[in-house]
Structure formats: structure tokens, C-alpha cells
């Protein structure tokens, strides 16, 4: 274990100094080390029986970072089709916690943790709360779904270690949180982002002003793609700093990769994660800094290790090293999932790229749905866009010369013109969980 290295002093800027500025040879020492134990933890699991088997690989023969290579991906179609068992390296008893991806579609995935697994997690959940300038004073209010979904307990736990007073909020009920807040004077809050944009529509309707009425500091903002502007929109609202935050249930849940208070980047723990970004054609690894999918192999997980899983998600390495000194590298904000992509007329279009126009526009509010109509003669656009309230007030001219900007600035990024609708504010639905940005409509 790795959490009583330090001495937690409220000054030192790291969780665990020796862990998060290790040098770049003694972290890939490190990686092979627990990627050797990693595997042969996971000989145990019926799935990787099978893979090593039948691709003919010998546990012991891995022997530099470079033979991970040898072992194939594993795919979110593989925990699927060994669920719910197949991938556990210890009996059903030694199991204390179990989680599921939040995908709507088909069985779940389903992920387990022995008693030390949660213990992991917790710590780097904690490490990552504390590089943001969290300390033990701190009342952390979580209002993400306490459940399966990873994001409420993962956090919860992470936020004990470190020693918050933790209010379990969960998500939903806006008023009963903004009670809390002003209550219990939270001073950092975990929230969905598209969620956070809606409290805000909340306090303005109420007439709350948050920077003066609140001792809010801090907000961890994740669990769905989200562009720089929601960021900064959250920021200016509450008048805090919000930071990326970004995890899988498969791999643990959220603590896999975290902005530090440069927020340049994702720091990405490769003590506890070999990353690969890879092109999801090719399956070979991009060239460093171009994008790619993100290819995780865990390290410390004990119940269930995952080898070179396929994350779907789309990100980068990005150069250089940080000023806050830890030597984790970063990656960039997650740009959307290889299943995300849109076709229309033959371009292939990512919604954060609609996202990243949007909220650059001062007119529009906080809400906007991409639907993509089905056509035989071609799929097509329509975006329909929250525009903020003062805005809604004005001429019907007025109106139509923004839904035109709208549409050509669109156009510029995507290059395939939408349609455009302008609808009044809080007029679409909200989801308690992640945004649902796009509609398919056979
Ligand atoms: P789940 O396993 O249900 O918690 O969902 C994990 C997925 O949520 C990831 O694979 C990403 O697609 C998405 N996600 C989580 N955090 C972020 C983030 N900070 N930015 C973008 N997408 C995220
Ligand atoms: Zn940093």
C-alpha cells in the first residue's frame, strides 16, 4: 500500500510525493514490476486462460513493456460475453463491491473489487482531490448517483481518506442542494457538468447568488465529454474552479486521470496504468501527440485486471512536462467515444465538435440537443439549441439572424450546414445522470 508514505502536511502540494514525481525510469521500473504481477494475477481469470492459451503466451515470458504488445486487446464485446465471472482472478468471497458501466444498451458490464481494490481506489481518488488544493477542512457535498454508477461511491470513499466531511448529496432534487450547500457551507461539490449548467439556471431563477451566498471553492466536473466553454461557464457562474475529471467503471471508475491546478491536461496515473493511445482502424499505436483511442492496462487492480482494455474514448498525449512537477503524463481532454461518431453526408462529425461552436456564443444558454434524422436521401441535422432567456425576449428578426449565425458557425466547424432551432430556455429534458446529447430519429 502507498497512502502512509507521506506525511499529509496542509502545505505540501502532493498526496503522495514519492509516488506522483517519481522519475521517468523509476516509474517504467515501477510498470514492469506490477505489470509482471498483473499478469500472472490474471492467469487466474477463465477469460485470460483462454487468451494466453490460445495466442500461445507465457506469463513468465513478458518481460519489458514492450511484450505487453504481444497480448491482444480486451474489449467491452469480452466482458460482455464472459460476464459476469469470467474475469475474476479470486473466489466470489473474496469480492466486497461490485459496479456497472452505465451503457443503455445491451448486458451491462459489470466490475468487482476485493476489499484491497477499494482501498486503491479510494487512495487515488484522494490523491486526486488533494492535487486540486482539497484538504481535510473541506466539506465535499457529492451529487453524482450513489448506486451502481461509479462516480458516487468512488468519490465518497476517496473523499474519507482524505478526511472531508462528506455529504452524500447524490444527484437530482437542485433545491434540496442548494439547501445543503448554503447549510453545511460545502466548499467543493462533484457534478456532472451538463447537471452543474442547470443549477445554475436554478440559482438565477431563485435569485441566488452563489459567490456571495455560498463558500463554494471547487468543483470536479466529469463522467461525459464536455467542452472547454461548459467548463469556463461553470467557473464564471459559481466563481470557483472546476477541474476535469475523468474515469471508466471497467478500469476502477473516476481517479484514472485528473487535472492539477495548471489545468493543462489530464495527469494520467501510470503507476496504476500502462496507456497506450492507439488508431482504432489500424489498432497500432498513434504517433506521440496525434489522437487516438485510449488503451488501458490496470496495475493495481487485484480482483478483476484488465489487459490493454479498449477505453472507446478519443484523447491525446500531450508534450512536455508540467510545472507542478508530478511526472505523470497528460492527456487531453476526452474529445468523445469511437461509437459517438456521426455520419452525415459523408463527414464524420464528433457532437463535442457542435458542443465546442455553441458555447462559445454568448446567446446561447445551457442546454442543446443534436437529433440526426434519418433520410433516404441522406441522414440530416437538426440542433436544437436552449438560447438564454433575455435573448428569447427579442424580435423575430433578431432571432432569425441567430439561428443563422449558429448554423453557419456550425457549418465552419463541421462542414455539413444543420438545421437549426432555437427553443427557450430550460425546455429540454435533463437527464440526473450524463447528458443525453444525441437523438437518432428512424
Ligand atoms: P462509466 O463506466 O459508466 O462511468 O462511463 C465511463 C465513460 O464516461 C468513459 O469511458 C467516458 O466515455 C465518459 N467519461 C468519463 N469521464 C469523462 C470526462 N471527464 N470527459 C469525457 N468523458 C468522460
Ligand atoms: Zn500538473
Redesign the pocket.
Known amino acids: 500500500m502507498t497512502n502512509s508514505l507521506d506525511l499529509k502536511t496542509e502545505d505540501n502540494p502532493y498526496w503522495e510525493s514519492k509516488w506522483e514525481t517519481l522519475p521517468e525510469e523509476e516509474l517504467k521500473a515501477l510498470q514492469l514490476k506490477r505489470l509482471k504481477e498483473t499478469i500472472a494475477r490474471a492467469a487466474r481469470a477463465p477469460f485470460y486462460q483462454k487468451v494466453f492459451k490460445q495466442n500461445k503466451i507465457d506469463p513468465e515470458k513478458i518481460n519489458s513493456l514492450d511484450d505487453l504488445r504481444r497480448i491482444p486487446f480486451t474489449t467491452k464485446e469480452d466482458l460482455r460475453e464472459w460476464y459476469p465471472y469470467g474475469f475474476l482472478t479470486v473466489p466470489k468471497e473474496e469480492i466486497v463491491r461490485m459496479h456497472s ?3 443503455t444498451t445491451g448486458r451491462p458490464t459489470v466490475v468487482f473489487y476485493t476489499k484491497k481494490d477499494i482501498d486503491t481506489w479510494a487512495n487515488l481518488v484522494a490523491r486526486c482531490m488533494y492535487m486540486t488544493g482539497v484538504r481535510r477542512k473541506d466539506v465535499f457535498q457529492n451529487m453524482m448517483g450513489y448506486g451502481l ?3 458516487g461511491l468512488g468519490f465518497h470513499y476517496g473523499a474519507e481518506k482524505l478526511g472531508c466531511l462528506v455529504i452524500p448529496a447524490g444527484p437530482g432534487n437542485t433545491k434540496r442542494q442548494l439547501f445543503l450547500m448554503r447549510e453545511f457551507e460545502t466548499t467543493v461539490v462533484h457534478i456532472i457538468p451538463s447537471y452543474a449548467l442547470y443549477v445554475a439556471e436554478v440559482c438565477k431563477e431563485e435569485g441566488i447568488d452563489p459567490q456571495k451566498e455560498f463558500k463554494l471553492r471547487i468543483a470536479f466536473i ?5 467542452s472547454e466553454g461548459i467548463r469556463q461557464r461553470i467557473e464564471a457562474f459559481f466563481g470557483i474552479d472546476a477541474f ?7 478500469v476502477n ?1 473516476p481517479g484514472v486521470a485528473f487535472e492539477c491546478p495548471y489545468k493543462n491536461g489530464m495527469h494520467i496515473w501510470e503507476d496504476a496504468y500502462i496507456v497506450e493511445v492507439i488508431n482504432p482502424e489500424t489498432l497500432e499505436s498513434v504517433k506521440e501527440g496525434e489522437e487516438g483511442e485510449l488503451v488501458l492496462t490496470t496495475l493495481t487492480r487485484e480482483g478483476m485486471p484488465l489487459l490493454r482494455y479498449r ?3 478519443l484523447t491525446k498525449f500531450l508534450p512536455g512536462k508540467c510545472p507542478c512537477g508530478r511526472t505523470h503524463r497528460r492527456i487531453d ?2 474529445t468523445g ?1 469511437t461509437d459517438d461518431m456521426l455520419i452525415i453526408k459523408g463527414v464524420n462529425i464528433y457532437p463535442i465538435q457542435i458542443e465546442r461552436v455553441l458555447m462559445s456564443l454568448p446567446e446561447v444558454g445551457s442546454n442543446y440537443l443534436i437529433e440526426v434524422h434519418k433520410r433516404p436521401t441522406g441522414d440530416e441535422l437538426l440542433i436544437k439549441v436552449e438560447v438564454k432567456s433575455e435573448i428569447f425576449q427579442e424580435d423575430m428578426r433578431y432571432l432569425e439572424g441567430l439561428r443563422k449565425k449558429i448554423a453557419r458557425e456550425v457549418k465552419e466547424e463541421i462542414l455539413v450546414t444543420p438545421k437549426v432551432e432555437l427553443i427557450e430556455p430550460n425546455s429540454l429534458p435533463r437527464s440526473q445522470g450524463k447528458a443525453q446529447r444525441v437523438v437518432i430519429i428512424e
Open positions: 458501466s452505465s451503457g454508477f461509479t462516480g466529469g463522467a461525459e465529454p464536455h476535469n475529471s475523468y474515469g471508466l467503471s471497467e471508475g477505453t472507446r474514448d481532454r476526452i467515444r
